[in-house]
């Protein structure tokens, strides 16, 4: 014991006796484990029983001797901040005042509870670091994303191989694959988190819309906003009039927030350029926490849509390869956030009309002319599959669940286009064509009634179904020339994940800021800067 106490003074660290420590780490445990002490120190613990469990197996001896460990644990909660997350969830103020007087002292139950604090705080980063400080379940109903412990990494064995690694940093590298989407979002939130300790952007005063070629007062602001946020290039000149490098850097920032790229500055150009900066900071550690929810999901090739973006791709180990736009969901039939598994797509699909909208948009229009239905190469099923011809329903008596199934047939004005991507959901979601192309051009896509229509499906068609020799555009259009409906199935599933982030990355790795378009993020961001809740999922 005395050697104990002498080697553990040489490492720098204030030694009461050990074994007094370990009595002391015991004695807080078991009041952690009968529930009656759920603070350490003032401190609120939120481990539950892994604490008192992992000291448990370690009949109670501290962890925390030496002081380049705990040097090394500080540290990494300092990088917190890089990751969206507040270091003060994990207590690092409290835990250097901890150490401090625990320095100048030698009393057994503060070495304790610094002990326990430190152990708290490392299962609170780690588990942050895994799964998100937000449980996505709690915000999503539709989650269905993997959100378990791998094979052999339940939390009491993950806890333990941590704290013997040589180095904690690494361990957590070694547990937690990180795609270039998540360190490039780090990068860009670093970056915004400067611009806001230099005082952000300036605002650009109100006044009239601004077209190429006009003077105005403004200019010079504007040309300051343009520099600061990486849109203008910072030897661009001060111009007299309203000219090519502004309204260059404009058209920039416009693609970059979501805006018609027109170069011309009105009243929505001007509103998303006076957003202030923090709370552009806020929508990337959004992404950050969203990104940390997928983490397991993203391995391998999936194809992803970010429905805030209108926007879909395909990406391998977290690298997008392949990126076109989409249509999605109205604010008042959003598509729902969920994975799928893509396994067959349709040629010349039919469309079998959906409840919502049969009984909102389509049996309106049939009550007041049944001729739609021909004109839309309509079909009316009864419940045995069999046709019946609509000119024998009276359609003013037959009520908003009628004993039919509405069936449009295969051709250039089916509601799916020329094809279909299907990964079977409890949602009827699914990625389809479309013939009314010209959506695309809009900046806001928000028209579907919940699937995903893609701008471009056949260059998908050919990725999923990865046998360029077999089906390529020319043999894929040969089938839909044919006009029948023809199914191919896929060699291998292809994941679908279907998110929601309103900060994302560009194919050139620059931000781009999008609309909440379905209020998702006030509530997350209340959570994410809320009280840490630790909600492990079932092994």
């Known amino acids: 014991l005395v050697l104990l106490i002498s080697a553990l003074a040489r490492d720098g660290v204030a030694a009461p006796p050990a074994v007094a420590v370990q009595q002391q780490i015991a004695v807080q445990a078991s009041q952690l484990r009968a529930g009656g002490g759920l603070y350490v120190q003032g401190l609120a613990l939120a481990s539950g029983s892994l604490l ?13 001797t030496k002081r380049r460990r705990v040097d090394e644990l500080l540290d990494l909660l300092a990088t917190a901040e890089s990751h969206g997350l507040d270091s003060e969830d994990y207590y690092l103020p409290q835990l250097k005042a901890l150490r401090l007087r625990g320095q100048r002292s030698e009393d057994p139950a503060l070495a304790a509870s610094l002990d326990l604090l430190l152990t708290e705080s490392l299962i609170r980063f780690g588990y942050h670091q895994r799964f998100g400080k ?7 109903p539709t989650w269905n994303f993997t ?9 009491l064995r993950t806890l333990t191989a941590a704290v013997e690694a040589p180095s904690l940093a690494a361990f957590l590298g070694q547990w937690l694959d990180r ?23 300036p605002d650009v005063p109100e006044g009239p ?11 010079a602001v504007l040309r300051e906003r343009l520099i600061i ?11 007299d009039v309203y000219a090519d490098d502004l309204v260059a850097g404009v058209r920039r920032f416009q693609a970059r927030h979501n805006l018609t790229a027109d170069g011309i500055l009105g009243a929505r150009t001007r509103e998303a350029m006076n957003v202030p900066v923090g709370t552009r900071i806020d929508q990337l550690r959004l992404s950050l926490e969203r990104a940390r929810w997928v983490l397991e999901d993203t391995a391998g090739e999936v194809v992803v849509v970010n429905v805030a973006g209108y926007e879909v791709f395909a990406a391998r180990n977290g690298t997008p390869f392949w990126r076109r736009r989409a249509v999605v969901g109205t604010q008042a039939r959003e598509t729902p956030i969920f994975k799928g598994s893509m396994t067959y797509l349709d040629l010349n699909p039919t469309w079998t009309v959906p409840p919502t909208i049969l009984r909102e948009d389509l049996l309106p229009k049939v009550r007041r002319d ?37 069936r449009q047939g295969p051709g250039p004005n089916n509601a799916l286009g020329r094809i279909k991507f299907m990964f079977p959901n409890p949602h009827s979601i699914f990625l389809h064509d479309t013939p009314a192309r010209g959506l695309f051009e809009q900046a806001e896509r928000n028209f579907s009634s919940g699937c995903i229509r893609v701008e471009d499906p056949l260059s998908l068609a050919e990725i999923v179904l990865g046998e360029p020799a077999r089906w390529n555009r020319s043999t894929l259009e040969a089938v839909i020339a044919g006009g029948k409906t023809r199914t191919l199935r896929l060699p291998k599933p ?30 997350l961001l209340q959570a994410l800067d809320g009280d840490v809740v630790i909600d492990f999922p079932p092994l």
Do not use: C, K
């Open 179 to 201: 795609a270039p989407l998540y360190r490039t979002l780090q990068d860009r939130l670093a970056e915004h988190r400067a611009l806001a300790a230099t005082g952000g952007w």
């Open 147 to 155: 959100r378990q412990f791998r094979p052999g990494q339940d939390p």
């Open 52 to 64: 008192p469990d992992f000291y448990a197996a370690r009949d109670h001896a501290p962890v925390w």
């Open 209 to 219: 819309t601004l077209r190429p070629g006009d003077a105005d007062p403004r200019l």
């Open 494 to 523: 292809w994941p679908v994940l279907i998110l929601y982030w309103t900060a994302e990355l560009d194919g050139e790795g620059r931000v781009r800021f999008l609309p909440d378009r379905y209020r998702r993020d006030p509530a």
């Open 370 to 406: 049944p001729g739609v239905l021909a004109r839309q190469n309509m079909t009316v099923l009864d419940r045995n599959g069999r046709a019946v011809n609509p000119a024998t329903i009276n359609w003013q008596a037959v009520g908003n669940r009628p004993p039919y199934t509405f």
């Open 134 to 140: 937000v449980n996505p379940q709690r915000m999503e």
């Open 229 to 239: 946020s990486g849109d203008l290039p910072s030897d661009t000149p001060v111009a």
